[in-house]
């Protein structure tokens, strides 16, 4: 086999991994923005969430209902018949269920797991 063939080989391989673990182990990066989540949370936090679902009190990354592209940061206060209740600690600073309802389900994309970044507030939720 010619090098140039391997190499090729080898990184096709590695993109297939990539999308095979992507699908096995989901993660999506978000931003915190403005003050919703304090003193959870700061607005400029960059969290890790894991696809899946979440349970009361758990961290959440949430379409936004009103706007699609955006992505709302809220903590899951109650679970029901009509949706999943989100709430953001910070109540005066906050949209969320208070305004917008219960969310659907499928409009959880995940647990907030871990924040990477200020590099000092550097842990798991």
Same mark, same amino acid.
């Given at each position: 086999m010619r090098r140039s063939t391997r190499h090729y080989l080898v990184a096709v391989a590695a993109v297939f991994g990539a999308m095979w673990l992507r699908r096995r182990w989901?993660?999506?990066r978000v931003e915190v923005v403005g003050d919703s989540m304090l003193p959870a949370l700061a607005s400029g936090d960059r969290?890790?969430?894991l696809a899946g679902r979440a349970g009361v009190g758990d961290i959440v990354a949430v379409t936004d209902p009103r706007t699609p592209a955006r992505t709302l940061v809220k903590r899951? &206060? &109650?679970r029901g018949p009509h949706g999943v209740t989100v709430l953001g $600690?910070?109540?005066a600073a906050?949209? $969320?269920s208070r305004a917008l309802g219960p969310v659907a389900p499928a &409009?959880?994309?995940g647990r907030a797991v871990y924040r990477y970044f200020p590099e000092?507030?550097?842990g798991r939720l």
């Open positions: 989901p993660v999506v969290l890790l969430v899951v &206060a &109650a $600690d910070n109540p906050s949209t $969320d &409009a959880i994309r000092s507030r550097r």
